[in-house]
């Protein structure tokens, strides 16, 4: 199983500032077949990134992914007020497709 | 635009049977273009996978879950459903239907997720 650590656990950052997110797989993805949702409370994750890089429909270039192997990252340039919210990693190279813990995007 | 409706107990007590329904609208569940799955977020939790089901009935499972899972699709009611028995208080979450896309381009295995239901809340009590 490919498990996936996500860091910081927290950032604490203020609107117009930049967010970078970390997930490392514990084994290469040599796919990049990794993806990053966002989810805010009381509602479902919402796809923000797909094969590590590929914006989904609809998302705002603020978002941009990169990475590969065992290192991805999720930059957003600037935050928005409606940025702050949960991010998680997921990877689909192999079964079971597991998720990381999640990185929670607060504002200081 | 496709929709994901998640339905069930609400409540169900230890070591019984849960059963959730996902039904799907604006779209067909027969086609080769996706999977559909199940999602789980205990309580202040993060997201746990639990399987996903093709509409040919082929599955992908999380072993973590040791067979107590079982999902079946019914085409001809464009729903698809989860079945976990023997269930505790660590099976009491939030279950999330979704779709995953798929493609030739991944020899037909799983993409993301892109369409989510809004969830369904699972307690276990007696």
């Known amino acids: 199983e490919i498990v996936l650590t996500q860091s910081p656990g927290t950032l604490s950052l203020s609107a117009g500032e930049r967010a970078t997110l970390s997930c490392r797989a514990s084994?290469?993805?040599?796919?990049?077949?990794v993806a990053w949702y966002q989810q805010k409370p009381g509602q479902p994750p919402r796809v923000l990134i797909y094969?590590?890089?590929s914006r989904a429909t609809g998302i705002p270039d603020r978002f941009s992914g990169r990475g590969s192997g065992t290192d991805f990252t999720l930059t957003i340039s600037r935050l928005e007020p409606e940025d702050f919210a949960v991010y998680y990693c997921?990877?689909?190279?192999?079964?079971?497709?597991?998720f990381g813990p999640g990185t929670k995007v607060d504002l200081k | 635009q496709v929709q994901l409706q998640e339905s069930g107990p609400g409540l169900v007590k230890p070591s019984e049977t849960v059963s959730l329904t996902c039904t799907v609208s604006g779209g067909s569940i027969d086609s080769r273009s996706f999977y559909w799955g199940w999602i789980r977020q205990s309580p202040g939790k993060g997201l746990e996978w639990i399987g996903y089901i093709y509409y040919t009935g082929g599955t992908y499972d999380n072993p973590s879950l040791k067979s107590r899972v079982t999902m079946s699709i019914d085409t001809s009611k464009n729903q698809f459903s989860l079945k976990l028995n023997s269930v505790t208080a660590a099976d009491a979450a939030v279950y999330f239907c979704?779709?995953?896309?798929?493609?030739?381009?991944?020899?037909?295995?799983?993409?993301?997720?892109?369409?989510w239901g809004k969830g369904t809340t699972v307690s276990v009590s007696s």
């Open positions: 084994q290469r993805i040599s796919t990049n077949y």
């Open positions: 094969d590590a890089s």
């Open positions: 997921q990877q689909y190279h192999a079964s079971p497709f597991t």
């Open positions: 979704a779709r995953a896309v798929t493609s030739y381009r991944s020899g037909w295995s799983p993409y993301y997720l892109d369409v």
